[in-house]
């Protein structure tokens, strides 16, 4: 399969040293970023899923076409095909997240949220380049 070309790609990071969890979009056509956010000290998988939600609101928002998102995390994936995440961690965003995907359900049914393939396509263009 070949790289994608159009669509919205997120990525997830998160950094140990400075207890900063972040995520962000890039319009994968354009390399242009659609938003970026932080929510202090959480996990990976945590910015990788509302990044995730983030792409969904923004599409829904601003009638972006193609309706694919593209993410590296499996997990965030997982959370969002069940639209609730399997953190212990409590904090407001993930609870505003899930009530969100739980709202849009039908709204949410024509977006795709595709597994970004780092082995054959290099990394998403919405990586922070931080990996040591």
């Known amino acids: 399969?070949?790289?994608?070309?159009?669509?919205?790609?997120?990525?997830?990071?998160?950094?140990?040293?400075?207890?900063?969890?972040?995520?962000?979009?890039v319009d994968i056509a354009t390399g242009?970023?659609?938003?970026?956010?932080?929510?202090?000290?959480?996990?990976?998988?945590?910015?990788?899923?509302?990044?995730?939600v983030e792409a969904v609101k923004y599409i829904i928002a601003n009638h972006y076409t193609p309706r694919i998102i593209y993410t590296d995390s499996m997990t965030?994936?997982?959370?969002f095909q069940a639209k609730r995440t399997a953190s212990k961690k409590a904090h407001p965003a993930l609870k505003r997240a899930e009530?969100?995907?739980?709202?849009?359900?039908?709204?949410?049914?024509?977006?795709?949220?595709?597994?970004?393939?780092?082995d054959g396509w290099g990394e998403t263009p919405a990586d922070f380049g931080e990996k040591s």
């Open 1 to 25: 399969m070949m790289r994608p070309q159009c669509g919205i790609a997120t990525d997830g990071a998160h950094s140990v040293k400075n207890r900063l969890t972040r995520f962000r979009a």
């Open 76 to 79: 965030a994936i997982a959370w």
């Open 99 to 118: 009530i969100f995907l739980k709202a849009f359900a039908a709204e949410i049914e024509s977006i795709e949220v595709r597994h970004w393939d780092n």
């Open 32 to 52: 242009e970023e659609l938003f970026s956010g932080s929510i202090g000290n959480q996990t990976i998988n945590i910015g990788e899923f509302l990044g995730v």
